[in-house]
């Protein structure tokens, strides 16, 4: 395992992956030592390897600064539960700027009625931004929870609104 950081406009980001993909990302943080701390001791186990994620740090680094920003990278799910992969799976295919609500991604996994797994599942997401957590609301469009506070949420949500609009360039 290996891990880095990045400094982005909202703060410092880790990044930890495996030879398989993404492990964790932190939401940004004031300081590297507190991205690194939201991620738990898994950083301990790995090795700080500062060129590894290049390509991914320049997306996040676009991503905060307002540009639409395609995260199509390998992640490694051999830690998680079956129910949390498919939930985090189908949370990806919520489009940038848009919302999905809890029941939709119920029924996107073939199982209606357990909106409430959905956001257990949701809340144990350790790649927010990558699996895009944030766009998940509920269906009376109340922001439900986020790890990282309704008011992260809340920029988030404003943040690709707003790149919609103002941002031009995609970066994939």
Request: net charge positive; glycine share 10%.
């Amino acid at each position: 395992m290996e891990w880095t950081v990045v400094n982005t406009d909202m703060g410092w980001v880790a990044v930890v992956g495996s030879e398989q993909g993404l492990l964790r990302v932190s939401l940004p943080y004031s300081s590297t030592q507190k991205s690194l701390e939201s991620l738990g001791s898994i950083t301990e186990e790995a090795r700080f390897y500062p060129n590894r994620f290049e390509d991914l740090t320049k997306r996040l680094q676009a991503y905060f600064c307002g540009y639409r920003v395609s995260f199509a990278d390998e992640i490694d799910f051999s830690d998680v539960t079956h129910f949390q992969r498919i939930v985090w799976q189908a949370a990806k295919l919520i489009p940038y700027g848009e919302t999905r609500s809890y029941g939709w991604l119920a029924n996107r996994i073939g199982q209606p009625g357990v909106g409430r797994a959905i956001g257990q599942a949701l809340a144990r997401n350790r790649l927010p931004i990558i699996i895009p957590c944030h766009r998940v609301v509920c269906s009376d469009g109340n922001l439900g929870g986020f790890s990282g506070g309704l008011n992260m949420k809340k920029l988030l949500l404003q943040l690709e609104t707003t790149a919609i609009v103002s941002k031009a360039k995609i970066f994939s």
